[in-house]
């Protein structure tokens, strides 16, 4: 995690009293609600390095996994094999 | 906060399979750190290597390593630990998974695999899907 900014905000009545019902209905504080939707905005701008890096992965990515079930099953059996490379079989 | 994530959060994240594991993929760094037990590295790279190429799982590697993404040998987990889970699970690769997300304190394991899910209640770190992991981070 990065530095820590602090950030003084002051929200119209109205807005804060908005922020303040959606926070405590969600169990959260208006602080962490803020921070939360902050966030996420930035990522909608995908000012993020990662954001650009995950799309452009997706994007080249030529086999879209459909059967999620067959694919965890595919994984499972690649586990017991790498574990087998990494240890052999009487680890 | 650290996380551990199972390997299919990584495939199908980085296939663009599954919306909610690209998400996670993009919050890393973000909302939570990721340490990762090296035999799921592997296991990513060899996985990806078979359905993509070696140039996709190449750029894979590349993209976790510069997600900031901490890579520990399990080895280094106790062995007391891991038989514990072995005890559960009777899985060793699984109980070796299991073992590392609580010595490494992480706070949540991620995996669509439901014998994990199944498995590991009641343990110092939760066990969530993906959908649930960004319902938590929400």
Known sequence: MGEMVPINLRLPRELEKKVRSISYGNSTSPAEYIRSSIIKSLLKLEILPNIALINALNKISKRKITDENKEIEALKKLRERVWEEKYGSSS | MEVVLDSNEFIFGFTG???????????????????????????????????????????????????????????????????????????????????????????????????????????????LRAEDFIRVLS
């Open chain 2, 17 to 127: 399979s599954k919306k909610a594991c690209s998400d996670i993929l993009k919050l890393i760094g973000v909302k939570f750190g990721v340490i990762l037990p090296d035999v799921v590295f592997r296991e990513v790279f060899e996985r990806l290597k078979i359905i993509e190429g070696k140039d996709f799982a190449s750029a894979v590697r590349y993209a976790i390593l510069k997600l900031d993404i901490k890579i520990i040998d399990e080895r280094l987990v106790p062995r007391e630990l891991t038989h514990k889970y072995y005890n559960i699970i009777k899985k060793r690769p699984d109980a070796a998974i299991a073992a590392f997300a609580e010595w490494t304190n992480a706070k949540y394991l991620v995996s669509e695999n439901r014998d994990f899910l199944r498995n590991l209640k009641d343990k110092p770190f939760e066990v």
